[in-house]
């Protein structure tokens, strides 16, 4: 029985990837190279930011070390986000349903835990969470299974006794590789029908996913 539900925090509780994109591509642009959002959202959304400059690096050829790269990103992020972040559809109201009807919540998220925690603190829902991971809480990131399995880990949880929400491929992956089931509710992309396939379901919001708990604790 579902008793704990683990959180994504980019592109699934905040519209962020619209930023993350922003940053690569303007990088990007200072080399030379063109971005595309269908790149981006196919080969870095979900991501750990040390993973993608990487491949950043690597795959454009640039003349930066990775250090300097993430660099970069970090002050750029902070005058991008400096208007603040919006929350995505259904936040707070799956939020407070999970609470009101005694869900453990748990964030996992391949950013930093001062970035992360950050965020949270200003739509005043780091409370939710009793537990979170990060991206530099674990060697490998998505799609590796990692993350998901280290959550569970923390909250003293089974896998089945867990649900993942994910807005990206990677992270269907990561969930599904845990075995832990998965919901997507989909950011910059559309996952891919060999993914849709790793999911429990696909929705437009969240505000979604409390019909389908509904449904579960009614059987």
């Known amino acids: 029985m579902i008793n704990t539900v683990i959180f994504d925090l980019d592109g699934l509780l905040i519209d962020s990837e619209k930023i993350s994109y922003r940053l690569y591509r303007d990088l990007l642009e200072i080399y030379g190279h063109r971005f595309t959002v269908e790149e981006y959202a196919q080969n870095y959304s979900g991501k750990t930011g040390v993973g993608n400059m ?10 930066i070390t990775l250090e300097e790269g993430l660099s970069w990103v970090k002050e750029r ?11 995505k559809v259904g936040v707070k109201e799956l939020l407070e349903y999970l609470r009101i009807h005694g869900y453990h919540m748990v964030l996992a998220t391949s950013s930093t835990k001062d970035r992360a925690v950050g965020v949270l603190k200003a739509h005043y829902i780091e409370d939710f969470f009793e537990k979170m991971v990060f991206g530099t809480d674990i060697e490998r990131g998505k799609p590796n299974p990692d993350i998901f399995l280290k959550a569970c880990e923390k909250a003293g949880r089974l896998p089945d006794e867990c649900l993942v929400l994910e807005d990206s491929e990677a992270g269907i992956q990561a969930a599904y590789s845990a075995h832990i089931p998965v919901i997507c509710v989909p950011d910059m992309k559309r996952p891919g029908k060999e993914y849709e ?9 969240l505000l979604q996913v409390i019909g389908y708990l509904e449904e579960r604790a009614a059987d």
């Open 77 to 87: 992020e902070r005058e991008y986000m400096s208007g603040g972040v919006d929350l």
């Open 197 to 205: 396939g790793m999911a429990e379901a696909l929705f437009d919001s």
């Open 54 to 63: 990487t491949s950043l690096i690597e795959g454009f050829r640039l003349p």
